[in-house]
Structures are given as structure tokens and as C-alpha cells.
């Protein structure tokens, strides 16, 4: 099946500081990338939709100027979460739409883990 | 995306067949049925997903009903690491975006 990589797993970083978190296709090519964020206990809410060269599209509550989206390249995107807060601490997770097969399935990473302190 | 409701938790014996339920009965005529899991701490799943007829693969069967508001996910032969949290989500393919919702809880017991 499809592999998607998202990179690191866990971070810890100090409150004030930005994170970048990677989300790759490894064998696939997809022009759009989703990022997710999930507190415990709790189910998955989309962030943003990230479309490869152009601008990622947020949904509603969700600071663009917070939460930095690139899509430079169909099989990468990035996340930074910047000016990190302990409120962000959370489960950042991504998932890609493959380029071909008809946009019927979506696969995800294995989720980054943010801790902050 | 139409909303789906599904029980908050459910056991099952390990060796038998998990039964979870969704009901989706303002499903659209062109909405998929999906199926995701989440194993703690990971990323979701995909298992099987359906338009309208009953679909097998190596991980599940899907049943839907013929007036396509509710469908059932079977595991025939559930162990230990089928323990998650289990997401029934309708989808028109090419809408792209899945929206997840509270799932089901499925606990294999040994």
C-alpha cells in the first residue's frame, strides 16, 4: 500500500520556539496534503488542505499566520507550527490524496507527537 | 459530508466476528461509505470503503444496506491488535477532504 512518512514522531520544544514537522509520499505523487490535529480522548479535526504550488486553504479557527503550510513539491509537505504555546501541544498528523486512482482513498502518516514546555 | 453516528464503544471476543454499526441516513447518492482505524498513538487506517454493493477484502467485509443508511463493518476473525478506534465517514470521491467524527471504541478481549 501507499506509504506516507511524517517526520519527527515526538518533539518537545520550548514555549516561543517554531517546529517544522514533515510529511512525505514515499511512493506516490499527490497534489494535496491534509493536516490534521487530534487532542486526546478526542477524534481528528482537519487544519488546512495544502495543495502543491499554491496556497494551503484553513479551516475556520485556524491561524494561517500560526500554522505555516508548504507544499513545494508533489511529494512534500511541511507544517510550522510557529511561536509554539503549551496549548499546541497536541497530535499532528498528515495524510496525502494520491495523484492517480481516481481520489478514492486517503493515506495517512504516523503522526508527530508535540509537546510543549 | 453527511454525519454518521456510530456506538461510542464496543468488546469483542478474541477469534470472533466485531460487528460495528454506522448509521448514515442522510447520506447523498453519490457518498461513499469509508472505513479508518486508529491504533493509539498512530496514524488512521484505511481498511475498505463502498459505494452501494457489499465489499470484501484481507482486512474487513462492508455491508450496506439496500436503502443505503446504515452499514456494518465486519472483522470476521478479531485479535488482539484489532484493539482502536474505528471511523465510519461518508465521502463524495473527489470532495477530497475526510472529516472524521467520534467513532467507535472496539476492545478485543482475550
Known amino acids: 500500500g501507499a506509504v506516507v512518512s511524517q517526520h519527527p514522531s515526538r518533539v518537545i520544544c520550548k514555549s516561543g520556539t517554531s517546529v517544522k514537522i514533515e510529511c512525505r509520499s514515499l511512493?506516490?505523487?499527490?497534489?494535496?496534503m491534509f493536516w490534521y490535529r487530534q487532542f486526546p480522548k478526542q477524534s481528528l479535526m482537519l487544519m488546512a488542505t495544502?495543495?502543491?504550488?499554491?496556497?494551503?486553504?484553513?479551516e475556520q479557527g485556524v491561524e494561517k499566520d500560526k500554522f505555516l503550510i508548504n507544499h513545494a513539491s508533489l511529494t512534500l509537505s511541511t507544517l510550522t507550527v510557529t511561536s509554539a504555546h503549551p496549548e499546541d501541544s497536541s497530535f499532528y498528523i498528515c495524510?496525502?490524496?494520491?495523484?492517480?486512482?481516481?481520489?478514492?482513498?486517503?493515506?495517512f502518516g504516523s503522526g508527530t507527537q508535540l509537546s510543549v514546555l | 459530508d453527511a454525519k454518521t453516528t456510530q456506538p461510542p464503544s464496543m468488546d469483542c471476543a478474541e477469534g470472533r466476528a466485531a460487528n460495528l454499526p454506522c448509521n448514515h441516513s442522510?447520506?447523498?447518492?453519490?457518498?461513499?461509505v469509508y472505513w479508518y482505524r486508529q491504533i493509539h498513538s498512530q496514524g488512521p487506517q484505511y481498511i475498505i470503503h463502498?459505494?452501494?454493493n457489499n465489499e470484501t477484502n484481507e482486512m474487513a467485509s462492508l455491508i450496506i444496506t439496500e436503502d443505503r443508511k446504515s452499514s456494518t463493518l465486519i472483522l470476521p476473525h478479531a485479535t488482539l491488535r484489532d484493539t482502536a478506534v474505528y471511523y465510519c465517514?461518508?465521502?463524495?470521491?473527489?470532495?477530497?477532504?475526510?472529516?472524521f467524527g467520534t467513532g467507535t471504541r472496539l476492545t478485543i478481549i482475550p
Open positions: 495524510s496525502a490524496l494520491p495523484l492517480t486512482g481516481g481520489n478514492e482513498k486517503l493515506f
Open positions: 511512493d506516490f505523487q499527490a497534489t494535496t
Open positions: 495544502s495543495n502543491e504550488g499554491s496556497k494551503a486553504t484553513y
Open positions: 442522510t447520506i447523498s447518492g453519490n457518498e461513499y
Open positions: 463502498g459505494l452501494k
Open positions: 465517514i461518508v465521502r463524495v470521491v473527489g470532495n477530497e477532504k475526510l472529516t
